[in-house]
């Protein structure tokens, strides 16, 4: 029967499709967020200013400047220094960045809500404090949304992964590992990875990120109406088997205030992650730890000589042995055949002579007069009495020469 290539075509498309699922799980766009600092510079948000001035960029500059000074006020005051004044320039050498949360420029004034970030080494030493800071094993964050009854992680871009890769962790005990989401990530790292409590596999993928334990910052979207008021449920989860460490309930009152809702949903989960870690219930699982195999001990083995000669046996009677050596063979022959006498725990020549009689140090558990015997019924011709002996190999025996048979038959 001929097949018509129309009843081809869904099979074909069909295995495009897949095709193109596979490809799609590694290749999407919209996919990947990179935090946008994951140093530890010290961080003083919602500084206001208002600032006036003869043009527009003198009073941006001066509202700037006087970000710094409270900035560096709050954190004086935070850190235990007093909250005491620093020169402008003191403060330029040691402020690394202005975050810029909202602001309204006018012709001669300048309106803003700002958040200065301070170098921690350099803030540290004028404040007089140590720029270490004790963190938590380093831990890899998966943050997964629940909205219209489905879970995403990292599988696309979303709102909550944005959320996570604008904070700044430098103020956090937390040392948190953000995947960006491209690469294997989708693959390693989604919604379902986080209800697989496997430790075997958990272990395999926190090596590819150098992560000690996971932490799944979960937020739960529920829309009243459409454009409307977004409540948000945060749960602080960790560990592989996705425990709950506290949860909380924001709202906003539209959608255009859902990043402002996912900003402050991280924060607060962040302070969870760190109330857990002072607490001492935030502690990596040692299931995740490496396990070596089980190896089984390796003993050394030494020569039978060397042996015997660090561990003397107890009625050990040593025995000088005369053989013939005519060749390296023969050496070899005689030190083998002699080993293979029951209660011989060494034997090695001592004196070479080859071409001749070369002599052969035995350790022998027993007396001499059972070493000879031993000889002699493995067909040695033994001579000698006592502790030196002669042995050779006994000639083999011939059978007589018979006469010829001449008779003829009668």
Do not use: C, H
């Amino acid at each position: 029967m001929r097949i018509r290539p129309l009843f081809l075509i869904p099979a074909v498309a069909a295995l495009t499709l897949a095709g193109g699922i596979g490809v799609a799980q590694i290749e999407g766009g919209d996919r990947g967020v990179a935090p946008i600092d994951s140093s530890g510079d010290y961080e003083v948000s919602g500084v206001t200013v208002d600032v006036s001035a003869k043009t527009a960029d003198a009073a941006r500059l001066g509202g700037w400047r006087v970000a710094q000074r409270k900035g560096w006020q709050q954190l004086s005051r935070r850190l235990g220094g007093g909250g005491g004044l620093v020169p402008d320039s003191t403060l330029d050498s040691i402020v690394s960045g202005i975050v810029v949360e909202n602001e309204q420029i006018g012709p001669n004034r300048y309106i803003a809500k700002l958040g200065v970030l301070f170098d921690r080494a350099r803030a540290g030493s004028l404040l007089g404090i140590a720029s270490y800071v004790m963190r938590s094993p380093p831990m890899v964050v998966i943050p997964v949304t629940w909205s219209g009854g489905v879970g995403t992680a990292l599988e696309q871009r979303s709102a909550w992964q944005e959320a996570w890769a604008r904070y700044r962790t430098g103020n956090s005990t937390i040392d948190y590992i953000r995947p960006t989401g491209t690469g294997p990530d989708p693959l390693l790292l989604n919604a379902g990875q986080t209800g697989r409590p496997g430790r075997g596999w958990w272990r395999t993928v926190l090596d590819q990120y150098g992560g000690s334990d996971v932490l799944i910052p979960t937020v739960r979207l529920y829309r009243q109406w459409p454009g409307g008021p977004v409540i948000g449920v945060f749960e602080a989860r960790w560990g592989p088997d996705n425990r709950m460490l506290q949860q909380a309930t924001l709202r906003v009152g539209s959608v255009a205030g859902l990043p402002a809702l996912l900003d402050a949903g991280v924060k607060r989960i962040d302070e969870s992650y760190q109330a857990a870690l002072r607490n001492g219930y935030l502690r990596a699982d040692p299931g995740l730890s490496y396990v070596p195999e089980a190896t089984t001990p390796v003993e050394e083995e030494l020569p039978a000589d060397s042996l015997a000669a660090a561990i003397p046996s107890v009625g050990v009677t040593v025995i000088q042995v005369q053989f013939d050596t005519p060749g390296v063979a023969a050496v070899s022959a005689g030190e083998a055949a002699v080993r293979g006498v029951p209660g011989v725990s060494s034997a090695a020549t001592s004196s070479l002579a080859l071409g001749g009689l070369s002599v052969m140090t035995v350790n022998f558990g027993g007396p001499p007069d059972a070493f000879k015997a031993a000889l002699e019924a493995r067909g040695w011709q033994v001579f000698g009495s006592g502790a030196t002996l002669r042995i050779r190999r006994a000639p083999a025996l011939l059978p007589p020469e018979m006469p010829a048979d001449d008779a003829t038959a009668g």
